[in-house]
Structures are given as structure tokens and as C-alpha cells.
């Protein structure tokens, strides 16, 4: 599985984005996917998670009710909508496919990084 994410930007707090990650392969629908984040001088962390089905998932407590992770795995995308952004959201944000987890390291698939900034 290939993965790309894109979206990112640079926004005002309380505002929204949304981010995408668009893979290839014919097995993608079997996968978790999950959004990480790295922002700098810190270590990686979990933002959210989606079940291969679209029927579960599964967010870091910093961002519950802002973010919301989705799926459509006829288009083998992944969506993050995040709202109501503040400045401790900025960081790159990552995509990662694998079995069900919130930890960095159990996940094989990783796309490239996109850049999210949020301005206070």
C-alpha cells in the first residue's frame, strides 16, 4: 500500500481543514488507517483512527470533538476534518495504514508528511 497526504496548510485558529490520504492498492480496504502528527522538537503521535470497515474509530483525547476521521474506500481515501484549529495543532500530519493501533510503530505503511500551521 502507497499512501499520500495532502490538504495542509496555513490557517487562523478556529478555523478548519481538511486533510487527505489517498492510497493505491487493492488491499487498502482490508487496513486501519490512522493520522499521526510531529510537531517540531516532539515525538510522533497518535491523532486518530478508522477501522478498515469505516465502523470504528478512534481519536487522541486532544482532539475529540474537533476531528473527525472518515473513509471511502471505493476511492481509497481517508479523510481528516479537523476544526476548530489551534495553534498547539500545527505539526505534520501523517497517514499510516496496518493493523488496528495508536502506536507509531505497529503501523508498515506511511505516507509523506503534510504541513499544518495554525496562526494564533
Known amino acids: 500500500v502507497q499512501l499520500q497526504a495532502s490538504g495542509g496548510g496555513l490557517v487562523q485558529a478556529g478555523s478548519s481543514l481538511r486533510l487527505s490520504c489517498a492510497a493505491s492498492?487493492?488491499?487498502?480496504?482490508?487496513?486501519?488507517v490512522a493520522w499521526f502528527r510531529q510537531a517540531l522538537g516532539k515525538e510522533r503521535e497518535f491523532v486518530a483512527g478508522?477501522?478498515?470497515?469505516?465502523?470504528?474509530?478512534y481519536y487522541a483525547d486532544s482532539v475529540k470533538g474537533r476531528f473527525t476521521i472518515s473513509r471511502d474506500n471505493a476511492k481509497t481515501t481517508v479523510y481528516l476534518q479537523m476544526n476548530t484549529l489551534k495553534p498547539e495543532d500545527t505539526a505534520v500530519y501523517y497517514c499510516?495504514?496496518?493493523?488496528?493501533?495508536?502506536?507509531?510503530?505497529?503501523?508498515?505503511?506511511w505516507g509523506l508528511g503534510t504541513l499544518v500551521t495554525v496562526s494564533s
Open positions: 478508522i477501522v478498515w470497515s469505516g465502523s470504528y474509530t
Open positions: 499510516a495504514a496496518d493493523r488496528y493501533s495508536s502506536i507509531p510503530r505497529a503501523y508498515e505503511y
Open positions: 492498492g487493492r488491499t487498502f480496504s482490508r487496513y486501519t
